[in-house]
């Protein structure tokens, strides 16, 4: 048994060869260091080596894989997945339509094969520092290529959506043939549990410099009708706007409430719902979404009075004033900022007269509100000239 102070990388693979296996990291994390970019997470895989001695050298890693080995196991400081080299063979639909074969004998070129595509099919070995790079993913990273590894790319619907996903967050080019492959996928993507198609929606808003990419890869490789069909089914010039207005606020914010608030602006409440109770939307999603929608089309004509009941509105739900003018003067609504005349308010003390209760209290406030409200209005219509 290792003690766990080891916790280097270093000493872990020097442990593991120790014990006649091999340690490399793979996937993503060896991707962004080629580009130049520090990895979010570090994963590794472990050729020639069985999961029993594995468990005895590190007692502490935290097994979680179902159908193969994985560990979670803090290397450097961080927590990092090992995985167990290993193959996969179709032999039904969807994600769980795979045999997955993981022993000793298993290359890690083999498992290198049985991944996307080919700029996450590269290992770098713990100890040499060693590429292997079987499906020359190097030099589609130079190119700003993506490709898939394989005909096997076909075998899990959703690495179509990854490769949407990619595209987005790297800004790389589609190679021809992997578009096509990608398009053989479409009834069975729709099939896929919601949860995995929100999970990439999910990583995409988060992480896309230029999310837009994304559902405009699933229109080329025409599988956008399949995994969302509220997208799917908007007009050539909506569909259009909420591509612009989703990357003008990815530029404002990484906030992916933020980024889907500003992508739904062009659906109705109808619209919105639907796609909610299809795919139950995180909750602050939605409400934000319909939030925002209610409030522009409050404002279209906007008064002092319209203004403090999109300011009320706003302090009780789950869309801030500040990030309803992020979106706003980011897509360049036709409305004016309201965290200004939300500071002016908080700067005036709202002391109730003696006698009101009730309704009266509030059509007081409202009254009073929408007074300052008028005031700093004109005054900014004369500053404007």
């Given at each position: 048994?290792?003690s766990?102070k080891?916790?280097?990388?270093?000493a872990f693979?020097e442990t593991?060869?120790?014990?006649?296996g091999?340690?490399?990291?793979?996937?993503?994390?060896?991707?962004?260091?080629?580009?130049?970019?520090?990895p979010?997470?570090?994963?590794?895989?472990?050729?020639?080596?069985?999961?029993?001695?594995?468990?005895?050298?590190?007692?502490?890693?935290?097994?979680?894989?179902k159908?193969?080995p994985?560990?979670r196991?803090a290397i450097?400081g961080?927590?990092?997945?090992v995985?167990f080299?290993?193959t996969?063979?179709?032999v039904?639909?969807?994600?769980?339509?795979f045999?997955i074969a993981?022993?000793?004998?298993?290359?890690?070129?083999?498992?290198?094969f049985?991944?996307?595509t080919?700029?996450n099919?590269?290992?770098?070995?713990s100890?040499?520092g060693?590429?292997?790079?079987?499906?020359?993913g190097?030099?589609?990273i130079?190119?700003?290529m993506?490709?898939a590894?394989?005909?096997?790319f076909?075998?899990?619907?959703?690495?179509a959506?990854?490769?949407?996903?990619?595209?987005?967050?790297?800004?790389?080019?589609?190679d021809?043939?992997t578009?096509v492959?990608a398009?053989?996928v479409a009834?069975?993507?729709?099939?896929?549990?919601?949860?995995?198609?929100?999970?990439?929606?999910?990583?995409?808003l988060?992480?896309a410099?230029?999310?837009?990419?994304?559902?405009k890869?699933?229109?080329?490789?025409?599988?956008?009708p399949?995994?969302?069909?509220?997208?799917?089914d908007?007009p050539?010039?909506?569909?259009a706007?909420?591509?612009d207005r989703?990357?003008?606020?990815?530029?404002?914010?990484?906030n992916?409430?933020?980024?889907?608030?500003?992508?739904?602006?062009?659906m109705?409440?109808?619209r919105?719902s639907?796609?909610?109770?299809?795919?139950?939307?995180?909750?602050?999603?939605?409400?934000?979404?319909?939030?925002?929608?209610?409030?522009?089309?409050?404002l279209?004509?906007?008064?002092?009075?319209?203004?403090?009941?999109a300011?009320?509105?706003?302090?009780?739900?789950?869309?801030?004033v500040?990030?309803?003018?992020?979106?706003?003067?980011a897509?360049e609504?036709p409305?004016?900022?309201?965290?200004?005349?939300?500071?002016?308010?908080a700067?005036?003390p709202?002391?109730?007269?003696?006698?009101?209760?009730?309704?009266?209290?509030?059509?007081?406030l409202?009254?009073?509100h929408s007074k300052?409200?008028?005031?700093v209005?004109?005054?900014?219509r004369?500053?404007?000239?």
């Amino acid at each position: 048994m290792v003690s766990s102070k080891i916790v280097t990388e270093r000493a872990f693979a020097e442990t593991i060869l120790a014990n006649g296996g091999r340690l490399y990291r793979v996937g993503g994390c060896v991707r962004d260091m080629l580009l130049g970019t520090t990895p979010q997470d570090i994963d590794f895989c472990v050729v020639g080596m069985v999961k029993k001695n594995f468990k005895a050298l590190f007692p502490e890693a935290a097994e979680c894989g179902k159908s193969f080995p994985v560990f979670r196991l803090a290397i450097d400081g961080r927590q990092s997945e090992v995985a167990f080299a290993r193959t996969e063979r179709k032999v039904g639909s969807g994600y769980k339509g795979f045999k997955i074969a993981s022993n000793p004998k298993i290359t890690i070129e083999e498992d290198l094969f049985r991944r996307d595509t080919t700029v996450n099919s590269i290992a770098l070995d713990s100890l040499t520092g060693e590429m292997i790079d079987p499906f020359h993913g190097i030099k589609d990273i130079e190119n700003k290529m993506l490709r898939a590894t394989s005909q096997h790319f076909a075998d899990d619907p959703i690495r179509a959506l990854r490769l949407a996903g990619q595209a987005a967050r790297l800004d790389f080019t589609i190679d021809d043939d992997t578009l096509v492959l990608a398009s053989t996928v479409a009834v069975e993507l729709g099939g896929e549990p919601v949860e995995r198609v929100l999970a990439e929606l999910t990583k995409v808003l988060k992480e896309a410099p230029a999310p837009a990419r994304f559902f405009k890869v699933l229109v080329q490789s025409n599988l956008l009708p399949y995994v969302f069909e509220e997208m799917a089914d908007l007009p050539t010039d909506t569909f259009a706007i909420a591509m612009d207005r989703l990357d003008l606020v990815a530029k404002a914010t990484s906030n992916p409430k933020l980024r889907f608030t500003a992508l739904s602006l062009v659906m109705d409440h109808q619209r919105l719902s639907h796609w909610n109770s299809r795919m139950t939307l995180p909750g602050d999603w939605f409400t934000a979404a319909a939030t925002a929608s209610k409030i522009t089309a409050l404002l279209q004509v906007p008064n002092p009075e319209k203004i403090v009941n999109a300011i009320g509105n706003l302090r009780r739900g789950s869309l801030t004033v500040e990030e309803f003018d992020i979106i706003s003067q980011a897509v360049e609504l036709p409305i004016p900022a309201l965290s200004p005349f939300k500071a002016v308010l908080a700067l005036s003390p709202d002391v109730v007269p003696d006698g009101l209760k009730g309704k009266a209290i509030g059509e007081w406030l409202q009254q009073k509100h929408s007074k300052i409200i008028a005031e700093v209005w004109e005054k900014m219509r004369l500053d404007n000239g």
